[in-house]
């Protein structure tokens, strides 16, 4: 997280869909989802991944997998959209939350 934007999340933080996945958007603009990630301007960057703890190996269907939509077509084409909705007030909250754990972390 830098400031008041969302460019990480743990695994605490992130939300997981009804089918075990996890699906983030990497967007500019808020596409209004609990899984959102912010390019803060950035036109090129990496994601990573942290897998630990596992009970058994990944396989391919595991993922990753990627794909660039047109953003007008996230409500249709991401799975369970209607239940990763985010109102822009809840998502101020929780950036403010964020922001207060990692303070208390710097300064605990």
Do not use: H, K
Request: proline share 7%; glycine share 8%.
């Amino acid at each position: 997280m830098t400031g008041g934007r969302s460019t990480s999340l743990t695994a605490d933080q992130a939300r997981i869909d009804p089918d075990g996945q996890l699906r983030f958007v990497i967007s500019e603009r808020d596409p209004g989802v609990a899984n959102w990630l912010e390019l803060t301007g950035r036109r090129r960057g990496y994601v990573q991944i942290r897998w630990q703890r596992l009970t058994r190996d990944l396989t391919p269907d595991d993922g990753p997998q990627v794909a660039v939509v047109p953003f007008a077509e996230i409500p249709a084409l991401l799975p369970y959209y209607q239940d990763a909705r985010v109102a822009p007030e809840e998502w101020r909250a929780r950036i403010a939350a964020r922001q207060a754990a990692v303070a208390m972390r710097m300064l605990g």
